[in-house]
């Protein structure tokens, strides 16, 4: 993976190459810290050694005895699902993966019925074991099961903590399980076994991805110059302390779509708190040039854009033309259109002093996946050192959480209340 940084020296707002040696010593230290974290396996850090200590046999071995399924369904939500989405949709694979991760009663039932329920494998994925959406979605697809004489417990895998309701139950019908490992929260979990079941079940090679990982592992220095995660990080801190709150995610490949939804939570739930963080956006090139980028462009100066796009990847090409005025694009390919449209958008934004970073990976494979996953991790983790946020706490989502739990007579939370005290102003459409 390589980050270039070019076009954020002396945009607006920007930053100096004086600036950055100087953002450099705080780097250097910073990465102390994350080293540090790293060896005594700290809450958090510890998702940084994955590389290291995730293991691709336990979890291929775990998911063996589904054999040949058509489809694999992952009901979790946030960090329980988005990071083994992104992998499902950025590669191929002849066994479909689903996502319940909402509790949309709509999609849930169209999901149904459309599933081959007795060729799929249900993945029920959550680290506490606990969180309403993934349960409640769990009961209903188990229902359609018995509903439909698939037996649910020979087609259920399930991931989870060491204790919670999940964990009982796959104790209680001794389902096969995995463990999430100790120290690392769902957003940085991709790749352990959270992310990487799923991956299994589809057939990739999940030794590729968590070697790309070790490669974003061994390029992490002292130095944003020697280490792209550290140079992303840094620029997007310093960015955001200059008025860059909004960071759009912008990948010019359709397969790296819910990569940029799975970097929104990263960057979202590790950097919002305290009062400050930087908005993810999420974007797709070339599409959103023609909507989007007017505002990237002429709206506020208050944007980072993070290009993201593999060096490789299988083109097609476009057929010769004797159309008035369509003759250029005869005998080229669709790969070398958004090449060139991807040029001249962060062409068009430098133009116009507007700062972005360029990412750039091999190709749209396992391995780099690993290794983009992993980069975008640290540069999160290094970018909560120089902010000094605590990274891997979520209390706002917390505490969301208890005022659902408190309102659906799940217990006694007085996050509730909260429910009553709001105000309204409603302006009525009924005459
Ligand atoms: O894995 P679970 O415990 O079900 O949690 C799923 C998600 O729940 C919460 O919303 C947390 O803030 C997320 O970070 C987490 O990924």
Redesign the pocket.
Do not use: A, D, F, H
């Given at each position: 993976m390589d980050v270039d940084i070019g076009n954020v020296l002396g945009t607006s707002p920007g930053l100096t190459t004086e600036y950055l040696d100087r953002l450099d010593d705080r780097v250097t230290d910073a990465h102390g810290t994350i080293e540090d974290g790293m060896a005594t396996e700290e809450f958090g850090y510890a998702a940084l050694t994955l590389p290291e200590t995730a293991d691709p046999d336990t979890i291929r071995t775990t998911v063996s005895g589904f054999e040949d399924p058509e489809a694999v369904v992952t009901v979790?939500?946030?960090?329980?699902a988005l990071g083994a989405a992104t992998l499902a949709n950025a590669l191929e694979s002849d066994v479909d993966a689903y996502f319940l991760d909402n509790v949309d009663p709509d999609h849930t039932e169209r999901l149904l019925a459309e599933l081959p329920l007795a060729e799929t494998v249900v993945n029920v994925?959550?680290?506490?074991?606990?969180?309403a959406e993934?349960l409640a979605n769990f009961l209903v697809i188990r229902e359609a099961m018995d509903r439909n004489g698939v037996d649910w417990t020979e087609r259920t895998v399930v991931t989870t903590g060491p204790e919670g309701n999940l964990r009982r139950l796959a104790d209680r019908h001794d389902l096969p399980a995995l463990d999430?490992p100790a120290g690392v929260?769902?957003?940085f979990s991709v790749l352990s076994t959270v992310g990487l079941a799923v991956a299994a079940l589809q057939g990739h090679d999940v030794e590729a991805i968590i070697r790309g990982g070790a490669d974003g592992k061994a390029s992490l220095a002292g130095s944003l110059y020697d280490s792209p995660a550290y140079a992303y990080g840094a620029v997007a801190y310093a960015l955001a302390e200059r008025g860059a709150l909004t960071n759009v995610l912008l990948p010019y490949a359709e397969s790296l779509e819910t990569f940029a939804e799975w970097f929104a939570?990263l960057w979202a739930?590790s950097l919002g708190k305290d009062g400050v963080g930087q908005t993810p956006a999420r974007a797709l090139g070339a599409t959103d040039q023609h909507s989007q980028l007017q505002l990237y462009r002429a709206g506020p100066r208050d944007k980072l854009v993070t290009f993201v796009r593999p060096r490789e990847r299988a083109d097609v090409a476009i057929p010769e033309t004797d159309l008035e005025g369509l003759a250029y694009l005869g005998g080229g390919s669709l790969g070398g259109l958004l090449d060139a449209e991807f040029e001249a958008t962060e062409a068009s934004l430098a133009a116009a002093d507007r700062p972005t970073v360029r990412i750039e990976i091999d190709r749209v494979d396992e391995r780099a996946l690993g290794e983009l996953l992993y980069g975008m991790e640290a540069a999160c983790v290094l970018y909560g050192e120089l902010a000094s946020l605590e990274t891997f706490t979520?209390p706002a989502?917390?505490w969301g959480?208890r005022a659902a739990r408190g309102l659906l007579g799940g217990g006694d939370f007085p996050e509730a209340d909260a429910v009553s005290d709001k105000r309204e102003l409603v302006i009525s459409g009924d005459r």
């Open positions: 979790g939500i946030g960090g329980s994925v959550s680290n506490s074991g606990t969180t993934t999430v929260p769902g957003r939570q739930e979520q989502v917390e959480k």
